[in-house]
Every structure is written in structure tokens, then in C-alpha cells.
């Protein structure tokens, strides 16, 4: 539950972006929501209505956000229904764009840095050449995208799920990987080098020439996923992740188990 009510403050606070003294205030909600939390549950509340009415106690962001000294700069809303239409090149920077759908639209060159496209959808959309850098896409989901080229630099990728897309020369440098589904995708020659990596899935998934190099893996898993010409030089593995990729034959002359 505690990573429920994690993602449930990252959701409340990224229209806020990063702020002196983010996590203090972070990890001190988190300890307040977690008590809510295990006192309804001691007065015999199920899980889910337990979580329900502890976020439904939780206060309002912009002025938490004035306790804490900061302005209370929202990001700019949009509209978030933008299915089967042509977007190409759009500066969508700094804007609030939960749960939009995207589905078939044509986004090749647009901009999305800063925004949080948390939950959602780009099935079958044209995104090559797009920037996300410094965005929040937590539950985010790309199923037969083009996303080619694609800037996911410093990114929030929590939960995020990415099926049957085209990722060549797409960039991940700094970006968050915490259970993100990666199936039936081409992550060719990509590069995760110094990354750590943590509770990530990659199924069905090419893996030719892709870096690993110096990386951090923890309860990553590579399902159907071709690894021997993966490169894993000088990463840093738990047991389980060491032992599935040794049966996949992937070259681990050079790594560190934990």
C-alpha cells in the first residue's frame, strides 16, 4: 500500500515540478497518509476503502504548497481529448495533460517536456522525433506507437507500459524505470548505461546492442527477450536477474551480484 500512496502523492505533486524541500514535504505526507491508513485499517476498513478515504482526507495542494513557501504554480490545463488528429509539432510544454488520449493522432516533432501525461494513451500514434524530457508519464501507455527518436530524458516512467512500438535512437538519459513494461519492442542499440532499473519488464523485446553498461538491475525481468548481444559490462544485479539472464546466455563476465 505504501507504494499506492506513493504514486498517489507523485501524481498530486507533479503539476508542481521540482521545489526546495520536495521530498521532506514528500516523505512527511507520506508518513501522515501511511498512519491514516493503518488506523482505518485497525478499525476493521478493507484495503480499498481504507486507501479511499485516506486520500479523500488529504488536503489541497496549492495550499500545502503555500505552507511551504512556494508559489502555487499550477501547470497550464488543456484540453486532453485529442483523438485521430494532427498535432504535429506542438509545443504541449508545461501542461497538464492526465489521462489524454492520443490514440492515432499524428504528434511527429511536438513537445511534452514538464508535462504530466500521467495515465495516458497514445495507442497507434505517430510521436517520432517528440520530446518528454523531464515529464511525468506515470501509467502512461504507448501500444503501436512510432516513437522513433523519441526524448525520454529525465522522464518519470513509473508503471508506464510500452507495447509493439518502434524506440530506435530513442533516449532514456536520467529517466525513472520503476515497473515499466517494455513488450514486443524494438530497443535496439539503446542505451540504459549508469540507469538503475527496478522491477522493469522486458518481454518479447530485441535487445540487439543494447547498454546496460554500469547499470543497476533489481527485479528486472527479460521474458522471450534475445539478450545475448545486450551489453551488461560493469552492472550491478540481484540474484534473481543474474540467474534468469545466465540462462538466457547473455555475456555476464563483468558484473557485480547483490
Known amino acids: 500500500m505504501d507504494k499506492k500512496l506513493q504514486q498517489f502523492l507523485d501524481q498530486a505533486f507533479a503539476p508542481y515540478g521540482d521545489f526546495p524541500a520536495k521530498e521532506d514535504v514528500r516523505q512527511e505526507l ?18 480499498e476503502d481504507a486507501y479511499q478515504e485516506t486520500i479523500e482526507s488529504f488536503g489541497d495542494v496549492a495550499e500545502i504548497m503555500e505552507q511551504v513557501g512556494q508559489p502555487a504554480t499550477r501547470l497550464k ?20 495533460l492526465v489521462n489524454g488520449d492520443f490514440t492515432s493522432s499524428d504528434l511527429v516533432g511536438s513537445k511534452f517536456d514538464r508535462s504530466n501525461v500521467s495515465g495516458a494513451t497514445f495507442k497507434y500514434a505517430a510521436v517520432k522525433n517528440s520530446s518528454f524530457v523531464d515529464a511525468v508519464l506515470v501509467g502512461t501507455e504507448f501500444k503501436g506507437a512510432d ?8 522522464a518519470n516512467l513509473s508503471d508506464a507500459k510500452i507495447s509493439g512500438c518502434d524506440l530506435r535512437e530513442a533516449t532514456f538519459k536520467n529517466a525513472k524505470l520503476l515497473r515499466t513494461e517494455f513488450s514486443g519492442s524494438d530497443l535496439g542499440n539503446l542505451s540504459f548505461e549508469g540507469m538503475e532499473l527496478q522491477g522493469v519488464a522486458f518481454s518479447g523485446s530485441s535487445l540487439k546492442n543494447t547498454s546496460f553498461k554500469n547499470a543497476i538491475l533489481r527485479d528486472v525481468s ?4 534475445a539478450v545475448k548481444h545486450a551489453n551488461f ?3 550491478t544485479m540481484d540474484k534473481v536477474t543474474y540467474a534468469v539472464l545466465k540462462g538466457a546466455k547473455a555475456n555476464l563476465d563483468n558484473v557485480t551480484v547483490q
Not at 147 to 154: E, I, K, S, T
Not at 222 to 225: D, L, N
Open 30 to 47: 507520506l508518513a501522515n497518509l501511511t498512519e491514516k491508513f493503518n488506523d482505518l485499517k485497525q478499525t476493521g476498513k478493507s484495503d
Open 77 to 96: 490545463t488543456v484540453n486532453t481529448n485529442f483523438k485521430s488528429i494532427e498535432l504535429k509539432e506542438s509545443d504541449l510544454t508545461d501542461s497538464d
Open 147 to 154: 516513437l522513433h527518436g523519441v526524448q525520454f530524458d529525465g
Open 222 to 225: 527479460f521474458h522471450h527477450s
Open 233 to 235: 559490462d560493469g552492472a
